[in-house]
């Protein structure tokens, strides 16, 4: 008999047991209470308790490796998972008896849940009179633990202490449920008076736009969260710093927190932080709040007024997201692919210089056109003074209804014609130069031809053509009287800085991920789509089509070889290709059958949004979304600040985002944290990091949420 005790197990060297027959039919575990015996054909392999997860461990390497048991059959016997049988298995090859050492001792000591902290914790919240449910709540926020408010209960039975049992037809169980563990990797405090090393140092820099765009100010004091929770990983502010943190490091979805260096980036948001799923749950409880509708519109109104530019100017666009799911989802345009797909389609608003400043969720993917209805309301609830605004946009809003509900709200447009016919080209000579000086000081030209203006019932249009460097002449049209044509043009010109956005957050900042697998009602919205027996009748006349076209061709081909040979006249060869003849009428008799079909299907029809279709949730994604956003907005005005300073515009973006991952030191103070960045590798790149850390202190924006200072500096 082989004995294995974890408290010897360092003197133990694993070596091979030969068993004769060894196979699976012949292997037993027997229990008696606490001892576990390893029988094979009835003699005892060994013997060792239920806690000793070494010598399990043991015991299960020596019957795979040596006795040529199946991991399958060993997962059976020990009752244990596949999976974890074969982990002991791979630690023991390539870490020897440590490896299987090192893991059964880290199991025994997080057996322990209720810890004598939390068992304090309990005796005196249960003095203080506070319930089960309450205790269980405390204990989650406090201690990171999600314990039961039923195992509280039988923990203070067993303890002795519980009195009176409030509720004498409950029936108690005597084992604990099984608790779900939160993550526990995250750290519990930030270390303060010593210097630490950092690999996120140098993205304490984005405090500063955190602190000009007033992000967190406006969630901490609108959305209402329990006392408990603040300062624990609950916080809304810690949540929503971990969200902004992540998406900086370009970490684009929650799953991707996994990759995070736990104590590093926990000193970066100030504590102890949530990843992967309990993120979710975080963020949810966020999007629930009753308040939630009007703080991310208090947010919105913030960055209208932070990003004004005066010039009363707005772009718009949808971006649509594909979803490769089952559930029934909306389709919707995607114009990358230029087919119709199920997906979901965000509305973002920017301004001149492409800053994001308002989005929505568009659940049931409708047109631009449409959404500019959304849209317009969604800025009526910010109490946005709309009279004189002008908003740009493409193809996609070009309806005839939304222009005349503009012209309703007093407010302008600029986007391309659409349906424009060939003949009413311009002639050449007709366009004139103009020239526009653009914010940074160039000179643009552009070929314009602008046509008499008409009057509509939604105003008076004007119609400028331009004629672009490859001939091609683009019509544009406008309700804006008081622009110059020139700068209308320009002003549409712009309108791909929305496209670089899209371009540049997808990629950086995955905002097509999916955020969640749950699903809503969809809303109450009859819409219209193509009718689904008239599209099966087009795909039989497509078929028939093509056989009356191969049936013909054949018949054509026969024609023309009697016509070479000359042996016989048209109505003979006719009458010898009788079967072929019947053939060719009979399709021609169903394609004439199916087109009288079609002719009395409509081409449409209606049918309520909510009566097939689900909805992802939209709530989770509108903050995840919105952050993403104000991401890229800090991004850009810190882009802004180092353009001042460095000699090559088209290399601050990179420049910035190296700087946020540049390692470091950090040291935490009552009233101030000290970042020392390591150098950046280019002279030219240290001295334009000096100075912007410079201008953003003297503009007091390095300041942390808590009211700290931020002191920023290089190493030498």
């Known amino acids: 008999m082989h004995l294995a005790n974890s408290e010897k197990s360092e003197k133990i060297e694993l070596s091979q047991l030969e068993f004769p027959g060894m196979d699976a039919e012949s292997l037993q575990i027997l229990r008696d209470g606490n001892r576990i015996g390893v029988f094979n054909r009835g003699a005892c392999c060994g013997i060792f308790s239920d806690e000793d997860n070494f010598s399990r461990n043991y015991f299960l390497v020596q019957l795979h490796v040596f006795g040529r048991v199946k991991l399958k059959e060993l997962a059976s016997l020990f009752g244990m998972g596949y999976q974890q049988c074969s982990n002991i298995v791979a630690r023991f090859k390539s870490s020897g008896i440590d490896g299987i050492r090192d893991e059964s001792e880290r199991r025994i000591g997080t057996r322990r849940i209720i810890t004598p902290v939390i068992g304090e914790f309990i005796f005196k919240s249960r003095r203080e009179g506070k319930t089960y449910d309450e205790i269980s709540r405390g204990i989650r926020f406090r201690f990171r633990k999600n314990v039961k408010a039923q195992s509280v209960r039988v923990w203070m039975c067993r303890q002795g202490k519980q009195g009176v049992v409030e ?22 405090s930030v270390t303060f008076g010593e210097w630490q090393s950092n690999s996120y140092a140098g993205s304490f820099v984005l405090y500063a736009m955190l602190e000009r765009s007033g992000f967190l100010k406006i969630f901490e004091g609108n959305i209402d969260q329990d006392e408990v929770k603040r300062g624990t990983r609950w916080d809304v502010r810690r949540v929503l710093l971990t969200l902004f943190f992540m998406h900086a490091l370009r970490m684009k979805s929650v799953e991707q927190s996994k990759h995070l260096m736990v104590r590093d980036f926990a000193e970066v948001v100030g504590g102890d932080f949530f990843r992967l799923q309990w993120l979710r749950y975080a963020v949810d409880e966020i999007v629930e709040d009753s308040n939630f509708d009007r703080t991310i519109n208090a947010f919105y109104k913030r960055l209208m007024d932070l990003t004004d530019l005066g010039d009363k100017i707005f772009y718009t666009d949808g971006h649509f997201s594909s979803y490769y799911g089952k ?17 979901r389609n965000t509305v973002y608003l920017h301004n001149s210089n492409g800053e994001n400043v308002y989005l929505f969720e568009s659940p049931a993917n409708t047109s631009l056109s449409n959404d500019i209805e959304d849209l317009v309301a969604g800025l009526e609830k910010l109490q946005l003074d709309l009279k004189g605004r002008t908003i740009a946009f493409d193809r996609g809003g ?26 009413r080209l311009v002639e050449l000579e ?3 130069i103009h020239k526009v000086e653009t914010e940074d000081g160039e000179t643009i030209e552009y070929k314009i031809y602008e046509k008499e203006s008409r009057e509509t019932k939604y105003g008076k249009v004007r119609t400028i053509i331009l004629l ?9 049209v406008s309700t804006n009287p008081y622009l110059k044509e020139e700068e209308i043009v320009y002003r549409l010109d712009r309108r791909w ?3 670089n956005c899209f371009k540049y957050m997808i990629e950086h900042f995955g905002i097509d991920l999916l955020t969640t697998y749950k699903t809503e009602e969809a809303p109450d919205k009859v819409i219209e789509r193509a009718h689904p027996q008239r599209k099966f009748i087009n795909q039989s006349i497509t078929q028939k089509k093509n056989e009356l076209g191969s049936l013909q061709a054949e018949l054509a081909e026969k024609m023309r070889k009697r016509a070479e040979n000359g042996d016989s006249t048209i109505k003979e060869f006719l009458n010898t290709e009788n079967e072929l003849n019947l053939k060719i009428k009979n399709v021609q008799v169903d394609l004439d059958y199916l087109k009288r079909q079609r002719e009395a299907t409509p081409t449409k029809e209606k049918k309520n949004l909510r009566e097939d279709h689900v909805i992802i949730r939209e709530k989770r994604r509108l903050l995840i979304n ?32 190296s700087v946020f991952r540049q ?17 950046l590798d280019i002279g030219s790149m240290r001295s334009t990091l000096d100075r912007a850390l410079e201008s953003l202190n003297k503009n007091g924006l390095l300041r942390l949420p808590d009211g700290r200072t931020l002191c920023i500096t290089q190493t030498r």
């Open 468 to 476: 672009s460097e490859d001939g091609r002449q683009i019509p544009i």
């Open 167 to 188: 509720n004498k037809d409950t029936q108690i169980s005597m084992d604990l449920f099984g608790e779900e563990k939160e993550d526990e990797s995250a750290v519990t």
């Open 327 to 343: 559930r029934p989802i909306p389709k919707g345009y995607d114009p990358r692919r230029q087919i119709g797909m199920r997906g």
């Open 398 to 423: 070009y309806s005839a209804k939304c222009f005349r509900f503009l012209r309703v709200k007093k407010m302008y447009f600029i986007t391309y014609l659409k349906n424009r016919k060939t003949e």
């Open 497 to 499: 800085r929305e496209e």
């Open 626 to 657: 919105a952050v993403k956003a104000l991401n890229y907005n800090a991004e850009k005005w810190l882009q802004k600040i180092f353009k001042e300073f460095h000699v090559k515009d088209d290399e601050t973006l990179s420049l910035i985002r």
């Open 430 to 432: 007709k366009f004139q």
């Open 663 to 679: 390692k470091g030191q950090v040291l935490q103070e009552p009233d101030m944290v000290r970042v020392k960045i390591e150098p």
